[in-house]
């Protein structure tokens, strides 16, 4: 089984849909197909630099496509409803169960009040969830006024995820437009998400940096 097969797959594109048809209605930013499918190609190339087998890759890949359709059930604790309803989906469409053990261990550990880099799908998914910050990510411009986390995601104009093997280093860059959000404002709603990333970043034996506006924060 491939991502692409479950990049078609109509059951998955309405669980994913709906779960954010729910995040519309609670004002949450964008967890569509752009988010689900950048996560996928984000965690891929992390795992793909640091040598990592293709099956992996691969599975990392579906992990990270499928990895908010629990939102479709109820935000809260939507990482573990993700997962059994992964596993449901996975085994009818005849995944190995040594497959779908990886693929739900890595949906069930990405929200961070409950999350574990304990391996490596969940690790590289972490990351690439965690750090998927950008300005199109808001649905209503207008609500910056009123919403921090909706006035941080707009006043980043680049986010850039570089995985540094030779200097054993992972850097989230971003450019934050300080007029639109102060950079507290950033670690104001994400330094709990940044803390985990470091986790993630550790189990690969990087050194998790964040960089803002050509400065290291952490």
């Given at each position: 089984m491939t991502f692409e097969d479950i990049r078609n797959n109509e059951e998955i594109k309405v669980y994913i849909k709906q779960a954010d048809a729910s995040l519309v209605a609670l004002g949450y930013t964008e967890h569509s197909f752009a988010h689900v499918?950048?996560?996928a190609f984000v965690a891929a190339e992390i795992l793909s630099t640091?040598?990592?087998d293709e099956h992996t890759i691969e599975l990392t890949k579906i992990a990270a496509y499928m990895h908010d359709i629990g939102n479709v059930i109820n935000r809260t604790d939507h990482a573990q409803s993700g997962a059994v309803m992964a596993f449901r989906i996975l085994e009818k469409?005849?995944?190995p169960a040594v497959d779908i053990s990886a693929v739900i261990?890595?949906?069930?550990?990405h929200d961070e009040h409950t999350?574990?880099?304990?391996?490596?799908?969940?690790?590289?998914?972490?990351?690439?969830d965690k750090c998927d910050v950008r300005r199109s990510r808001v649905r209503n411009p207008r609500s910056i006024a009123f919403d921090i986390h909706d006035r941080v995601n707009y006043a980043v104009e680049s986010s850039e995820l570089i995985t540094d093997k030779d200097a054993r280093k992972l850097i989230l860059r971003l450019q934050i437009n300080t007029e639109i959000c102060a950079v507290i404002d950033y670690f104001e709603i994400f330094m709990e998400r940044m803390l985990l990333c470091?986790?993630?970043?550790d189990f690969f034996k990087l050194h998790f940096v964040l960089e803002i506006n050509g400065q290291e924060i952490m």
């Open positions: 499918t950048k996560c640091l040598g990592y469409l005849g995944m261990t890595a949906i069930g550990n999350a574990y880099p304990v391996n490596a799908i969940a690790a590289a998914l972490i990351l690439a470091r986790k993630a970043s």
